[in-house]
């Protein structure tokens, strides 16, 4: 089992030391507190969503120090300072940025590059496919030498899909990558400087995921009418039926498909069923097409299989949801018959998605076998998940994360305090927390996830939590009007973060506590940035005011508090 790092609470009085904590503007906050947490390993105009150079900017800022040392002088070195397009190198990756790219710097003059799938210590030949204004983009070409902590991994697909780009990293080695991740997160885009004495007691240690595989109880597959192959096997003829795919999108195409039989990262039981349907659903007499991107054509999108477990007998339970182009659940017939008989699957759905886009919400749902949902047991309390509904992907990891959640939220236990639950899923974090404080408001726009927030507190005995449902990126003055004065908020946004609409309301709440849970860690530190130091063109005047945020990261086996 992991060692758990104890969770520390300091209340933070303004003075000097914080206006220092900040690189840039002073701050409009007496108290900051940062925090992170990870439940797995390494896996626009109206919003504030980053882009990918924003997020990959720590990692090219933090060795644009050592660049500014090492730019050549042009008197002394006539080599070019910017590598050209299609210019081949020899580099040495130094370290990992966020989504997993390898950072390397040029040789003699220290200029910035990042290469996919290259991992820290490995010395390679890479050619350079784009360049931005203060780093360039390379394809590895040929490893001369291996990078450090290597590992054999252990999937088949490893090299070639996306989903695990680390697996051959030892684990260890990957969790101080991500550590380091969003400290530089935290420096160059929170503002926070971890040069303040103060910063090392507040940015807390990593929390490893005891489980490195089979651990995610939601996996997405995608149909495709185009198989993606290695550039080794492209010499192969693939014709017909046999150019179809189901599996996981191939890195950098939306429209090809890397076909896979068996995922290391979702239970046995759904390895069971997405090798039922490989087995089956190409055979001509069935008479089913994936939907091609392109064309608009064909009738299979996606398969998402979710694992759940019987509370009363603790084994796993299965819903295989089946998005479709449009409704013919004649079609699925077959194919539903034969993922029946695995003991586990205990629902079968379809979802009917007639619009071009490639989600997998459908506008319509039909339970086609058994339940139309699946339980689990998290902290004591049962919940009913849909297919739709937001869960934790890690359940294991999620019982930690809750507990967190619960640490840093410091309640007093008299039952007198009131949570605010925003971007709630279905209620299980507010859930959890109920029993302990005076009542519970949750607010999220998904309206399956409500409906299920709502069913598993009755089907907790909780009276005291409601659930509205609501786009919390278009909230107006009159949001607060719909609950009293929180004294803790928990927040738990997807990946953009926090639209600054919301922003600036929790500026003006002042609310005594927020736990932040984030899956993003650019976006997690952008977002700590507008809470503690202040939004430069908020309109109203901010007073300074105690404040504790306590923030988890739960992709990011990181913990802060």
């Not at 992991?2 to 503007?25: D, E, K």
């Not at 840093?408 to 899923?425: H, I, P, Q, R, Y």
């Amino acid at each position: 089992m992991a060692t758990m790092p104890s969770v520390g609470f300091r209340r933070l009085h303004s003075g000097p030391w914080l206006h220092s904590f900040r690189t840039t503007r002073p701050p409009s906050r007496s108290l900051c507190t940062l925090a992170c947490l990870s439940a797995s390993p390494l896996s626009s105009s109206s919003s504030i969503e980053d882009s990918e150079e924003t997020q990959l900017s720590a990692a090219t800022t933090t060795a644009a120090d050592a660049t500014t040392t090492t730019k050549p002088n042009n008197k002394i070195n006539n080599k070019p300072y910017f590598p050209k397009r299609g210019e081949t190198l020899e580099l040495i990756c130094e370290t990992l940025a966020f989504k997993g790219k390898g950072v390397c710097k040029v040789a003699d003059t220290g200029f910035v590059v990042m290469c996919d799938r290259a991992l820290p210590g490995e010395r390679f030949l890479g050619r350079v496919t784009r360049r931005k204004d203060n780093y360039a983009e390379v394809k590895k070409l040929k490893t001369i030498t291996p990078h450090l902590d290597y590992v054999e991994a252990p999937c088949e697909y490893a090299l070639d899909c996306g989903g695990c780009k680390s697996q051959n990293l030892l684990y260890e080695a990957q969790i101080r990558a991500k550590e380091q991740q969003v400290r530089e997160l935290v420096v160059h885009v929170g503002k926070f400087s971890d040069k303040h004495p103060e910063f090392a007691s507040i940015m807390k240690p990593i929390v490893p995921c005891d489980t490195q595989f089979y651990y995610r109880n939601k996996m997405e597959f995608s149909f495709g009418s185009k198989k993606w192959v290695p550039e080794e096997l492209l010499q192969e003829e693939h014709v017909g039926t046999n150019d179809y795919a189901l599996g996981l999108h191939a890195p950098g195409f939306f429209d090809k498909v890397l076909n896979v039989t068996k995922c290391l990262l979702q239970s046995e039981p759904a390895n069971k069923v997405l090798a039922a349907v490989q087995d089956c659903w190409r055979d001509p007499q069935i008479g089913l097409s994936p939907y091609d991107v392109h064309s608009h054509a064909g009738f299979l999108k996606h398969l998402m299989l979710r694992t759940g477990r019987d509370v009363e007998t603790g084994l796993p339970e299965l819903m295989v949801n089946f998005v479709t182009s449009s409704n013919k659940p004649e079609l699925l017939k077959p194919l539903v018959e034969r993922i029946a008989t695995i003991p586990e699957v205990v629902s079968v759905v379809n979802n009917v998605n007639t619009s071009v886009g490639n989600t997998s919400v459908g506008e319509e749902e039909y339970t086609l076998y058994g339940k139309s949902t699946i339980t689990e047991s998290l902290r004591g309390l049962t919940f009913q998940i849909s297919a739709n509904s937001f869960f934790q992907t890690n359940t294991h990891q999620a019982e930690i994360l809750y507990k967190l959640v619960e640490d840093c939220a410091n309640l007093k236990g008299d039952g007198s305090e009131v949570v605010l639950d925003l971007f709630c899923g279905t209620g299980t974090i507010g859930l959890t927390l109920a029993r302990r404080v005076r009542h519970v408001y949750g607010f999220e726009v998904v309206v399956e996830a409500i409906s299920d927030a709502r069913r598993n507190a009755k089907l907790n005995g909780i009276s005291n939590a409601t659930f509205f449902q609501g786009d919390l990126n278009k909230i107006d003055e009159s949001f607060g009007n719909k609950f009293p004065q929180p004294d803790i908020v928990i927040i738990d946004p997807n990946r953009p973060g926090m639209h600054m609409k919301l922003v600036k309301f929790l500026l003006k709440l002042k609310a005594a506590r927020i736990v932040y849970v984030s899956c993003n860690p650019a976006t997690c530190a952008r977002d700590l940035d507008y809470l503690c130091h202040g939004v430069v063109s908020i309109s109203i005047s901010i007073k300074v005011f105690r404040l504790l945020i306590s923030v988890i990261c739960p992709y990011y086996n990181l913990y802060a508090a």
